[in-house]
């Protein structure tokens, strides 16, 4: 008999409480949409989600006009589409709880800085305003208590592309961990950034991101098969003001580099508190073991 080749099986998440922190209303779909549909909505788990820089101007028209209009009209917009996305990835809006965190997106904090695959302002601690230390610190001390959680997984993004808002978010989770050392009771996961991740003209990059995070977190990738169209139809088919072509072409071409598959990585508990800072870290607010 001729064995089948069969595909790495899915992570074994057996944390009951699951833990999403999303920088934009898209990102949660667009990097772990494969990983929750292949799990049926994680049916047998308690769902946390957060989005933190939900307040924008953004839409695929890039009209960076800061009206009250404007503003309100796109932050509900991305607000509906985020829950459209997570009521299809959940099975319904009764199966995660929602949180909307108050920061302004980078166009709002008008941060400029050299454009990501994505499209977005890219960044790390050299760009850091006083606003985006303050920001960074604010979401350390929200994001604490979560890490100090036991039976709890939390999803987090490698910020591959760093945009700043992408940069802040994971620098925070992981301060908040290393800070917290022995008393940080939450498995870390950190997922591949889209349509960063999967554009071509960004592949120096990802492979560079990935191994500087992998050496200093101590990173181990976690590959399993999805099906990428279903991802592919989530984005296309709820994110009106977000979806532009280039990010399905990021999407298939990902999956297909990983034979069907997506990829995540763990960040094992004991390495929190030996993590060394970024290396874009000069001031001691950011310095962390090393
Ligand atoms: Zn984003």
Redesign the pocket.
């Known amino acids: 008999m001729i064995k089948k080749v069969t595909h790495a099986s899915l992570p074994n998440i057996k944390e009951k409480n699951l833990v999403f922190l999303s920088?934009?209303p898209?990102?949660i779909a667009l990097t772990f949409g494969g990983l929750v549909l292949a799990n049926k909505g994680f049916k047998k788990h308690l769902i946390h989600y957060s989005v933190f820089f939900g307040t924008s101007n953004w839409t695929d028209n890039e009209l960076n006009i800061k009206t009250d209009h404007r503003i309100e009209y796109v932050t509900v917009t991305r607000f509906a589409e985020n829950r459209l996305a997570l009521n299809r990835m959940f099975g319904g809006w009764q199966n995660y709880h929602f949180t909307f965190q108050p920061f302004w997106d980078s166009l709002l904090r008008d941060y400029a800085g050299p454009p990501t695959a994505?499209g977005?302002p890219g960044g790390d601690f050299s760009t850091f305003r006083p606003i985006e230390k303050k920001t960074f610190q604010d979401i350390v001390a929200l994001v604490k208590p979560i890490v100090a959680q036991k039976d709890t997984a939390i999803f987090i993004l490698l910020a591959i592309g760093s945009?700043i808002?992408?940069f802040i978010l994971r620098e925070a989770v992981i301060t908040a961990a290393y800070e917290l050392g022995d008393q940080a009771h939450a498995q870390i996961y950190l997922g591949e950034?889209q349509p960063y991740t999967g554009s071509l003209a960004n592949t120096k990059v990802t492979v560079a991101t990935i191994k500087q995070l992998t050496k200093r977190l101590g990173l181990q990738p976690l590959t399993y098969p999805i099906k990428i169209q279903e991802k592919v139809d989530l984005f296309q088919e709820i994110y009106f003001s977000q979806y532009s072509p280039d990010y399905i072409v990021g999407l298939k071409n990902r999956a297909k580099q990983l034979n069907g598959g997506e990829r995540i990585y763990l960040w094992p508990k004991e390495n929190y508190k030996k993590t060394p800072s970024d290396p874009s870290c000069k001031q001691s607010y950011c310095k962390l073991a090393t």
């Open positions: 920088p934009h898209d990102d994505g977005g945009h808002d992408h950034d």
